[in-house]
């Protein structure tokens, strides 16, 4: 059994940590609140708006449709992975890789690949298996629509002028605090609509659809990568302080059992000393 001092020590050093898990629940806690109402009440808009460009897409020819809904053979793959800069948030970055490294295994093996990452921790990792083109690890220092936006511009860029045949998004998409969903949505070619391409016929398009198109791709492309950022990073916040909230517990639970083998550890001395003063007295006795 360990002595006294060291127990005391570790039972020291597990309170410190304590305070450090805490207070970064805390932190998340009051950041993921923010964050999850931002992406609540950004997604019925975009989905709604990503709706109305696959059916206005879904009836024009693919010149009338733009450069970004030309379909094309893929022979090169973009990849654009949000992870996140900080750890301490479970398996909230390895899901991402993991999805990452499986969908290049299952679809991407006769074809090139390459990764523009956003987050520090995915680039880390990935960059030593995957060449990666950029990584845009200061985007969470400034998330703004219009930084997210550029980083978009960059991209649709990079697929008009046939530099990539195919572009995916590869993030975690928030459900709730303890749950992170790791999501593959395809960005470029834009996905054709599925079902009935008459559902247009709802909407009444002034000046024209030809017209319309030119500014309502981009910006719903734009919008689809802010929403994915501020879906990661919503889902940072809950799994960063699902897992604060786990290390306080295992903290706790482990502090408790120290205490426990302390005051055994504490009791067995005393009673000890107890006894070789009563044999001391009883010698003197003899």
């Known amino acids: 059994m360990a002595n006294l001092k060291e127990i005391r020590n570790r039972i020291s050093s597990i309170g410190s940590t304590m305070q450090i898990t805490s207070a970064m629940k805390m932190v998340s806690a ?11 009440a ?5 989905s709604k708006l990503t709706e109305l460009l696959q059916n206005l897409s879904a ?4 010149d009338a449709g733009g450069a970004y809904s030309k379909q094309r053979e893929v022979s090169k793959v973009l990849l ?9 948030c479970g ?4 899901s991402v890789i993991k999805e990452t490294t499986q969908n290049i295994a299952a679809n991407y093996q006769d074809v090139d690949v390459d990764l ?16 990666v083109i950029d990584a845009r690890n200061d985007i969470f220092d400034n998330l703004t629509f219009d930084y997210v936006a550029e980083v978009a511009e960059k991209i649709m860029k990079l697929y008009s002028d046939g530099t990539y045949d195919k572009i995916e998004i590869i993030y975690n998409r928030f459900k709730n605090a303890a749950t992170q969903i790791p999501q593959v949505e395809q960005f470029l070619p834009i996905k054709p609509v599925e079902g009935d391409t008459n559902a247009s016929a709802d909407y009444i398009f002034e000046p024209s659809k030809e017209k319309i198109v030119l500014e309502l791709i981009p910006k719903s492309l734009k919008t689809q990568l802010y929403k994915a950022v501020r879906d990661s990073f919503a889902a940072e916040h809950g799994a960063r302080m699902t897992a604060m909230h786990k290390a306080t517990d295992n903290a706790t639970e ?6 426990l083998t302390y005051n055994k550890a504490r009791q067995a001395a005393i009673t000890n000393e107890i006894l070789e003063i009563v044999g001391g007295a009883e010698a003197l006795k003899n």
């Open 30 to 40: 009051a950041k993921l609140k923010k964050a999850q109402d931002a992406i609540t």
């Open 42 to 46: 950004m997604r019925p808009y975009s």
């Open 59 to 62: 009836t024009l020819d693919s």
């Open 80 to 88: 654009v992975v949000v992870t996140s800069n900080r750890g301490l």
């Open 91 to 94: 398996g909230f970055n390895s």
């Open 116 to 131: 523009l990452t956003i987050g520090k921790k995915g680039n880390d990792i990935l960059s030593k298996s995957y060449p």
């Open 254 to 259: 482990l502090r408790d059992e120290l205490l």
